[in-house]
């Protein structure tokens, strides 16, 4: 955020040793509302391949009630701007501080998932999940509809989009419980049923995480002080324990366990937790068996959320965002 009421979009590309090799200027000078900060802007960045995608939102105007736009500029590997003019994938109404769009690489094209509320015939709203594919080059495909909303009113939704080798996962927080969708490469639903992966209230589950693996997705989150899981695959729920158990890794006696994030590497998940400010590991196969074992790894005090990447064949980054919005990493 450069002043109280303007915010611009930043990138750095950093070194396998972890050194920053260039600060790039996405966009300049964003205004925003008094009544939003910074993360109104929700910049988001993916590899597809080639080049990085960066995306990020604009205001059309400092109102309540008016249209967002969600722009993508391209970044070359080697850390130059593409694109001078941005790329704009959609316009949407704003809701204040709320993102209302994810976005992600499926291995051909990115596909932007967003939430809106267009109007019907009837001068009333509709509420809608939507997507759209953007090609490598650029080209911002047809938008089409993942999912509509019963509720002509309600909250706004965040939609996550998520990818693996066979089909693409979207998934919101929906009026009573979680819900998602799983489509196919071409934009083709999988199954006309949503899906249903936590199935009582969502009012008790917390950092809700999807984890792509080579041909399901994993869902895990926080519920009464311990993790749990399970998996999704063709739009089918998987569980891998008796009586649909979803507890993976629990927490021992009066010990305060918060999830952190969930991530897949090389055939095996691992599951990162803050116990006592520092960040542990538990390890396990992709049928979810659940395990006691732990590896104590970094001091991390209010781990916000966490994105680990994979560098070469033996080394990976780790990155922490904490509750007071620093940002650290540790290999």
């Not at 590309?13 to 109104?40: A, F, H, M, V």
């Not at 695959?233 to 998987?238: K, P, Q, T, V």
């Amino acid at each position: 955020m450069t002043s109280r009421y303007s915010s611009s979009v930043f990138a750095k590309t950093i070194s396998k040793e972890g050194t920053i090799l260039k600060t790039l200027l996405i966009e300049e000078e964003i205004n925003i509302r008094s009544l939003k900060d910074c993360t109104s802007v929700s910049p988001k960045v993916i590899f597809d391949g080639n080049n990085y995608l960066v995306t990020y939102s604009i205001d059309d105007s400092l109102d309540n009630d008016t249209k967002t736009s969600l722009y993508a500029k391209r970044i070359s590997f080697d850390g130059n701007v593409i694109d001078d003019t941005p790329i704009l994938i959609s316009n949407y109404k704003n809701h204040l501080n709320h993102s209302s769009y994810d976005i992600v690489f499926d291995g051909g094209n990115s596909v932007a998932v967003w939430y809106d509320e267009v109007p019907d015939d009837s001068n009333g709203q509709i509420r809608k999940i939507i997507a759209s594919f953007i090609s490598p080059n650029g080209t911002v495909n047809p938008q089409f509809s993942i999912h509509e909303l019963p509720e002509s009113y309600g909250n706004p939704v965040s939609p996550m989009v998520r990818s693996n080798q066979n089909n693409i996962l979207i998934a919101w927080e929906g009026r009573f419980e979680y819900e998602a969708k799983e489509i196919s490469f071409d934009g083709n639903h999988i199954s006309s049923e949503l899906i249903n992966p936590i199935l009582e209230s969502s009012e008790n589950q917390y950092d809700i995480t999807i984890t792509p693996t080579d041909s399901e997705f994993i869902f895990s989150w926080w519920e009464s002080g311990d993790i749990h899981a399970l998996r999704v695959s063709n739009g089918e729920l998987i569980y891998s324990a008796p009586s649909n158990a979803t507890e993976l890794i629990s927490s021992l006696d009066d010990e305060s366990l918060g999830f952190v994030n969930a991530s897949y590497f090389d055939g095996s998940l691992e599951f990162l937790y803050e116990i006592d400010s520092y960040i542990y590991s538990t390890n396990t196969d992709t049928t979810l068996t659940p395990s006691s074992q732990r590896k104590k790894l970094y001091p991390c005090c209010n781990a916000f959320g966490a994105n680990k990447s994979q560098l070469d064949e033996e080394n990976y980054l780790t990155v922490f965002t904490l509750s007071d919005g620093k940002v650290i990493a540790w290999p």
